[in-house]
């Protein structure tokens, strides 16, 4: 299969015109050209990266039923919303069915190399949270337990070795030991779901915790305006939170902030999304409860009145962030390309520059919405796109 070529397009940082060329699936040169109406203000950036993907229309990776083939569904569903690589993310549920469902995704991975060149790792969410209301959001209550490392290296055995990522709430019992080994292992840990104090969160980043998930969700409605455990984490230099910016996770204002706070280089995307993206407005039962998903992609648990996770694609993001912050456009692509191969420690992706492999998305922006025109994966253009 040819995986050589070239695109010519604005460079989503600088603004100016570059030809790309690749071959064998890796960028061999970004060189400048003169500027032209042909590249009709269509902007190349790398492929979009997300650590927290649940499922895509339709395709729910936390179902132990879905397979290789039901997972290749999603992944190239995924792939033409200009997400070239990201982490399928499992949430709590019980032993018996995440052993099974990290098997089907290791399975998956083994068997499709399309699979395999956009998994860049699995992400698991759970069950080591905060057993309170509020704090475990849409988990299903009966599964979150204390940390075993025995048990999870099940899981981790199941997914050969592929979990590469964990959130975990640092204040349950054993965790913090638990921690320590997974930082041991190489494995990411993402601080989450939690209700932790500052001296909690202060250690577990001593043990190498170094994400915050979702940051402003997975938290109680109500909380104390002083002590609570979104100060500690925003004033943590060495956690790299990520954030939901549908629109719905979090205000305007509060991304802002957050932001600010951390700085271009030390924030990402997640999209948090759903299997419900892409599915029609109305009632569903998700997790055992009756949800609501809106015109809009709000997703909404009334009965535990809390959002089931996001129904909007990562792009979405990258316009809100722009709109909320006034990022500039390369600024906003990196919280969900460069800095995402950065806080999750995937090489080789997520910069426009020679050896990095050619992960590209060609797109117009218009009015803060990123309309994908062209996506390539590993240096062969795959179907293309969506609209909004
Ligand atoms: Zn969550």
Partial sequence: MDRSGEVSALHYDTGKPVKIKFSDGLISSVEEIPMSDELNDIFVAPGLIDNQINGYRGVDFSDPSAGTLRIRMAVDAIRKDGVTSFFPTIITGSH??????????????????????SVAGFHLEGPYISPEAGYYGCHPAEFIRKPSWDEFMQYQDAAAGNIRQVTVSPEIEGAMDFIGRCVRQKIIVSIGHTNASASQILEAVDRGARLSTHLGNGCANLIDRHRNPIWPQLANDLLTPSIIADGHHLLPEEVKVFCQVKGPDNIIL???????????????VFLGSDIVLSADGLIKNPVLNCLAGASLPLKTGVGNVMRFTGYTLGEAVNLASRNVTAACRITGRGKLEGGMRADLILFHMENFNMSVKKVIVNGREIGSQSEN
């Fill in 270 to 284: 997640t999209s948090d999304v759903t299997h419900f993206i892409g599915m029609e407005p109305g009632n569903y």
């Fill in 96 to 117: 018996d069915n995440l052993v099974r469902i990290f098997r089907n995704l290791a399975r998956a991975l083994q068997d499709d190399e399309e699979v395999r060149t």
